[in-house]
């Protein structure tokens, strides 16, 4: 079969390797329908995060189970499913909580000796804890898959933020970068009844998805800017709730000045660079409450696909450039870039 690999900085590959097969009695083998190349994956396409020469990447997708191992019980062939970003066995006491990313026997698409989303055919580890299944008459809707591959991560880990920092009916929510991440945090805390959204972004393409998605204000200065625009928006005192989506210490300084006494924020950018940007002094003295982390997305799908289904949400936007898998490197090259947003992966053959 054909699959992304990586084999350096700013070198990806489309190559021939081993069609998957069911190894485990919990496994199962899905043909891949839809990926998508995730902000994340920058860090290695930008040599930022160590990887194997030939690894496998991708960690975002969807498709059709096309065998499952003699345990596995709630998919079978032919049904169309979803993956989170991680898989997980359902049963361990993590799972059981909720935090699926912590499982004890869970893992990350890609890793070496394991298949990655951006390619034909996947082998699924502890298929029953981790696929979900989906409408069978989906995999004919193009509009509605897209919608759902969001499931797989960034629809899921926005929602994780929102829910982190406390978005709620009557509050003022404003978020922190305007990635993907940062545009479906805006989409879940319009959907958890916030009042107020302030989105801060520079990028106006990326900003008008954010009003579409629910933002009633965009702020499109940074730094010690973007803090008094909020600030004057919000009477001098910051937002109740606010979202950090992109990890650097700026934007976790900037999250920090922009949160109102006794508000919270919930940080799911990736951390990279040095610091933090964390004073512990002026959150201690201003009551900030800190929450977030790696989201547990398969937690949050059974709550999520509902609104997705019957289109009280879509978050389809997202996607501005479609590839086949022959294309992934160009998808690569144009969000490094930054002249697409996120690009989604087709497999229809």
Not at 137 to 150: I, K, P, Q, R, V
Not at 327 to 342: C, I
């Amino acid at each position: 079969m054909r699959a992304t690999t990586i084999h350096a900085p700013y070198d990806m590959r489309v190559e021939n390797v081993p069609e998957p097969v069911v190894q485990l009695p919990t496994d199962a083998v899905l043909r891949v329908l839809r990926a998508c190349i995730c902000g994340s994956d920058l860090w290695a396409y930008r040599g930022e995060a160590a990887r194997q020469p030939g690894q496998r990447i991708g960690h975002e997708f969807l498709g059709v189970v096309e065998e499952t191992g003699s345990e596995v019980s709630t998919v079978r062939r032919g049904d169309l499913v979803v993956a989170p970003f991680m898989w997980s066995d359902g049963v361990c006491d993590y799972c059981r909580e909720g935090l699926t990313t912590s499982c004890e026997h869970g893992g990350f698409w890609g890793s070496v000796g394991y298949d990655g989303g951006q390619g034909e055919a996947v082998r699924v580890p502890f298929a029953d804890g981790t696929l979900v299944r989906l409408p069978k008459e989906a995999a004919s809707d193009d509009h509605l898959l897209s919608a759902l591959l969001t499931l797989s991560d960034v629809l899921g880990t926005g929602h994780h933020a929102a829910l982190g920092a406390g978005a709620r009916p009557g509050a003022t929510v404003a978020v922190v970068g305007d990635g993907a991440v940062g545009l479906c945090a805006v989409l879940a805390a319009k959907r958890l009844g916030a009042e107020r959204i302030i989105a801060l972004g520079r990028h106006e393409v990326r900003t008008d998805i954010a009003r579409r998605f629910g933002a009633t204000d965009v702020v499109a200065e940074r730094g010690d800017a973007a803090v008094e625009a909020v600030r004057e928006l919000t009477r001098g005192q910051g937002a109740h709730a606010v979202v950090e989506a992109v990890g650097t210490e700026q934007s976790m300084r900037t999250a920090v000045d922009i949160t109102r006494d006794g508000g919270a924020i919930g940080f799911v950018g990736v951390p990279h660079g040095s610091g933090t940007g964390l004073d512990l002094g002026v959150m201690f003295d201003r009551n900030i409450a800190l929450r977030g982390g790696v989201a547990p997305v398969r937690a949050y799908i059974p709550d999520l696909l509902p609104d997705v289904l019957d289109g009280t949400i879509d978050p389809s936007p997202v996607f501005d450039m479609t590839v086949d898998i022959e294309g992934v490197p160009d998808g690569y090259k144009a969000m490094d870039e930054r002249t697409a947003l996120k690009v989604l992966v087709t497999n229809d053959r």
